[in-house]
């Protein structure tokens, strides 16, 4: 009984000792955030150069980027205005940037927190530009192109800074 009762105390402390030496990561990186995951879904930021810790098998580190993301929206994703039996693809790009973590992350989660992003902002452009850019006469004219774009990125900033994301531009082609 007595050497059963060592083994499992011995087994403890292996794992203890295991769970210590890898749990240790590098720093974060900069420009990033560490976001470390527990099982019940609360979370843990870590800053650039601070080292995060997690416990193997119950909490996973995800790296987050603070850095400003460039996305372009064409193609089949874009909008497509016909008027006069004209058909023209508008490609649309978003410059955005994580402004508040905490928010961004209960928001969004941590895991593909760009990628979630994205498709938001994908839902919330398309009918924005139906709303703004009602006919051909808008791209045409710069008195009404101007005011619509400046309109959509308002609309977008207004949507997303609750969220805790910043779009720093928007721009349209055609």
């Known amino acids: 009984m007595k050497k059963v009762l060592i083994f499992i ?18 720093p974060v990186k900069d420009g990033q955030a560490g976001v470390v995951v527990g099982p019940d879904g609360k979370y843990k930021i870590y800053q650039a150069g601070e080292k995060p810790f997690v416990i193997p098998l119950v909490q996973k580190l995800y790296a987050v ?63 924005l530009l139906q709303e703004k850019i009602k006919d051909i006469s808008y ?12 309109e959509i990125h308002l609309g977008l900033n207004d949507s997303f800074s609750k969220q805790g994301i910043s779009i720093l531009s928007y721009q349209l082609r055609y």
């Open 65 to 127: 980027s603070l850095q400003k993301q460039d996305f372009i929206i064409s193609g089949k994703d874009g909008y497509m205005l016909s008027d006069d039996g004209r058909n023209i693809l508008i490609e649309s790009r978003v410059i955005y940037k994580i402004s508040d973590l905490d928010r961004a992350i209960n928001t969004f989660g941590p895991v593909e927190t760009h990628q979630k992003v994205r498709e938001r902002i994908r839902q919330l452009l398309i009918p």
């Open 9 to 26: 105390v011995a087994l403890i402390a292996g794992i203890l000792i295991f769970s210590f030496a890898i749990g240790k990561h590098n």
């Open 139 to 150: 791209l045409d004219s710069a008195q009404k192109r101007i005011p619509a774009i400046a």
